[in-house]
T-cell receptor, first 115, second 117 residues
């Protein structure tokens, strides 16, 4: 069965530092890949998604992610963290075929940004 | 464009009681999803509708959970009777493409936080 692993349930960075949130998927056929952000007491908001051949995907708020098939990874990065980036981040996948859009989520990574 | 609306935002009940949640998707979105998010975990799909038909309810505990989407617009999720382990945030999402295409973006509501005592 398809699964998603997010390495590190909590990540802490200083303001202005690089943000790196890790995501690995388990599938012999690369799925569609998504990153969502969840602020306290709010729903999930899409940051970016990978659905085509372009392996580097740019999203909102300065985030980007690179799809690496050889590593079955889709890590999320941002060059310089802002205080407003503090939130919960979820990686999710959905198979390319035989699927109606059901998202399978990782367990989430809480990003803390220190001043 | 208005987002996905959910109500209530918070609900506290005792075990064995019943509860219902309501969701109004983005106008024109054919596909509607209900997810359960237990504290410390990622959301898990409970049920998916396309218009007013069920596409996937394989992870819905049908002995106590039910959902409907009459007229293919808003939806109601019900739990009867509730158990302690049902404490979670219930998220509703919608997407625009017919068939809930795998590439499609799902837009999430703010969720309903349920506490079962």
């Amino acid at each position: 069965a398809q699964s998603v692993t997010q390495l590190g349930s909590h990540v802490s960075v200083s303001e202005g530092a690089l943000v790196l949130l890790r995501c690995n998927y388990s599938s012999s056929v690369p799925p569609y890949l998504f990153w969502y952000v969840q602020y306290p007491n709010q729903g999930l908001q899409l940051l970016l998604k990978y659905t085509s051949a372009a392996t580097l995907v740019k999203g909102i708020n300065g985030f980007e992610a690179e799809f690496k098939k050889s590593e079955t990874s889709f890590h999320l990065t941002k060059p310089s963290a802002h205080m407003s980036d503090a939130a919960e981040y979820f990686c999710a996948v959905t198979p390319r075929s035989g699927n109606t859009g059901k998202l399978i989520f990782g367990q989430g990574t809480t990003l803390q940004v220190k001043p | 464009e208005a987002g996905v609306a959910q109500s209530p935002r918070y609900k506290i009940i005792e075990k064995r009681q019943s509860v219902a949640f309501w969701c109004n998707p983005i106008s024109g979105h054919a596909t509607l999803y209900w997810y359960q998010q237990i504290l410390g975990q990622g959301p898990k799909l409970l049920i998916q509708f396309q218009n007013n038909g069920v596409v996937d309810d394989s992870q819905l505990p049908k002995d106590r959970f039910s959902a409907e989407r009459l007229k293919g617009v808003d939806s109601t999720l019900k739990i009867q009777p509730a158990k302690l382990e049902d404490s979670a945030v219930y998220l509703c999402a919608s997407s625009s493409l017919e068939g809930g295409g795998a590439r499609d973006t799902q837009y999430f509501g703010p969720g309903t936080r349920l506490t079962v005592l």
